[in-house]
Structure formats: structure tokens, C-alpha cells
Nanobody, 128 residues
């Protein structure tokens, strides 16, 4: 499985930005995909995740109501729509796949160690 995140950039606080994660390789609809982020000097943290079917999602409290994850299995792509961005959202955003799981488990899929494939990150910078 290869994952490629794109769509990062510079945006003002209060603005919106959309990220994409394009996947290739194994059957895309069969696995969970998550987004994580890592700010300078901080540990990688969970943002949101989506089940293989797209019917179930989970998100960190810090982004609930502002960020939306979705997927188009026909296009092998997962999206992250980020609205009402804050300076503290500034980070490198990574998409990751857990190819062993189709169903989303909130507890385990919020942990980086649950995912077995990672894409290169895309930088999101939110200016105040």
C-alpha cells in the first residue's frame, strides 16, 4: 500500500483547507484510514479516522465540529476537510492505513501503532 497526502498550505486563522490521501495497492475499501498530525517539538497525535466502508468515523475532541473525514472508495482517496482553522492546527498532517481492519475501533485506531502504512506528510500552516 502506498499513501500520498496532498493539499497542505498556508491559511489564515478561521479559514478552510482540504487535504487528500490517495492510496494505491491493496483493496482500498477493505481498510481503515486515519489522519494524524505532528507539530514541531510535539508527538504525533490522532486527528480523525474512517472505516473501510466510510460509514463510521471518529475524531479527536480538538477537531470535532471543525474537521470532517470522508472517503471515495471508487477513487481510492480519503479526504480531510478542515474548517475554522486555528494556529494550533499548524502541523505536518499524515494519512495512515490499517490494512488489517475494515471496522473502526475508536480506542485502537486513535493510536499510531495500530496503523501499518504511512504516507509522507503535508504541511499545514495556520497564521494568526
Amino acid at each position: 500500500v502506498q499513501l500520498q497526502a496532498s493539499g497542505g498550505g498556508l491559511v489564515q486563522a478561521g479559514g478552510s483547507l482540504g487535504l487528500s490521501c490517495a492510496a494505491s495497492g491493496r483493496t482500498f475499501s477493505s481498510y481503515v484510514v486515519g489522519w494524524f498530525r505532528q507539530a514541531p517539538g510535539k508527538e504525533r497525535e490522532f486527528v480523525t479516522a474512517i472505516s473501510g466502508s466510510g460509514r463510521n468515523t471518529n475524531a479527536a475532541d480538538s477537531v470535532k465540529g471543525r474537521f470532517t473525514i470522508s472517503r471515495d472508495n471508487a477513487l481510492n482517496t480519503v479526504y480531510l476537510q478542515m474548517n475554522s482553522l486555528k494556529p494550533e492546527d499548524t502541523a505536518v498532517y499524515y494519512c495512515a492505513a490499517d490494512t488489517r481492519s475494515t471496522l473502526l475501533r475508536s480506542s485502537s485506531h486513535s493510536l499510531p501503532r495500530q496503523y501499518d502504512y504511512w504516507g509522507k506528510g503535508t504541511l499545514v500552516t495556520v497564521s494568526s
